[in-house]
């Protein structure tokens, strides 16, 4: 069991402020297509992702879907592992989810702060069918 990396999200209807902040600071944008790219005036802001070493940082604005707070992802090798030592030490993750290619937990601490673990989704090779 071994974390990989974190990420850190903050949902805010200042995101298009705060990514500006972060641009600023001379931080790398991802490429997100029109919808979130700085340089497309007629588009509304609708988020940005901003790579940090081995993790990243991610910016959305609020919404019914999204509402706001702020985020902590833990990027572990093996969610499964995770969760099941997680409980074991008196945890209660909810899920998994499996999403953008990742195994995803939930958990809150009791501070309210989000807090997900995910791994990769491993790829199983496929079998040649006999014939």
């Known amino acids: 069991m071994e974390v990989l990396g974190i990420r850190f999200c903050s949902v805010t209807p200042e995101a298009a402020s705060l990514a500006s902040v972060l641009d600023s ?20 802001f609708s988020g940005a992702v901003f790579p940090a070493g081995t993790g990243w940082i991610e910016v ?8 706001a707070g702020i985020l902590l992802q833990i990027v572990v090798d093996d969610a499964i592992a995770f969760a099941a030592h997680a409980k074991k030490n008196g945890l209660d993750p909810q899920g998994p989810v499996d999403a953008h290619g990742e195994r995803i937990y939930f958990l809150q601490a009791p501070s309210g702060l989000p ?7 491993k790829t199983e090779p496929v079998e040649a069918e006999a014939t």
């Open 60 to 67: 959305w604005p609020e919404g019914p879907e999204l509402p």
């Open 25 to 44: 600071l001379g931080l790398p944008r991802r490429e997100m297509g029109e919808a979130g790219n700085p340089a497309s005036e007629s588009a509304s």
């Open 115 to 121: 807090i997900t673990f995910q791994s990769a989704l």
